[in-house]
């Protein structure tokens, strides 16, 4: 299955190099990313989103961190192999990068996926549904999770906060963190 993970915003520059942002969160930034994204590909879609036109594969040549936009997804410019020039980077606009996948890495989570989970307590008490999962410009996301009496609450989604996801089951385990509940 190709998995959508990015689009490609626009060209930045004349050496082949474009913006673009990533669709998914992680638990533990830092992970190497050119890694993650060698041997995508970019394609376009369809208003149906049948996959119309692929581009490459392409390797991700070199990726780093470029800014955060307006709505709370950081940009990265990304510079792919053996794309040099300002006409190709162009024709990539607009388009989406994905992955051949069958399974994704250790600690990378898709925010649908994410969505889906119910919050519990060290104590496997139900605290609440997880309704959204937003990056700061801490590096690190939040989940935004109501609660019974519809309060939202925000959880850092990081390894000292969050025991275990289990995607299976729905269900994201909190350590016992002093204070992490009361907001």
């Given at each position: ?19 673009g ?41 070199k ?41 994704l ?79």
């Open positions: 299955m190709i998995l959508r993970i990015g689009k490609v915003l626009r060209a930045k520059g004349l050496k082949g190099e474009l913006v942002q990533f669709l998914f969160s992680r638990i533990m930034p830092g992970v190497g990313d050119d890694l993650f994204f060698e041997k995508s590909v970019i394609f376009s879609v369809e208003k149906s989103t049948n996959i119309k036109n692929f581009f490459g594969p392409y390797k991700v040549e990726i780093k961190f470029y800014k955060w936009s307006k709505n709370s997804f950081k940009k990265y410019i990304i510079k792919l192999k053996d794309v040099n020039d300002l006409n190709t980077t162009t024709l990539l606009t607009n388009t989406f990068i994905g992955k051949e996948i069958d399974l890495p250790k600690n990378v989570f898709l925010v649908s996926e994410l969505k889906k989970c119910e919050l519990y307590d060290d104590k496997n008490n139900f605290i609440g549904k997880v309704v959204d999962v937003v990056e700061n410009k801490n590096y690190y996301a939040l989940l935004v999770v109501k609660k019974n009496n519809s309060e939202e609450i925000f959880i850092p989604f990081v390894k000292d906060v969050i025991e275990k996801i289990d995607l299976v089951h729905k269900k994201i385990s909190l350590k016992n963190v002093d204070g992490i509940l009361e907001q």
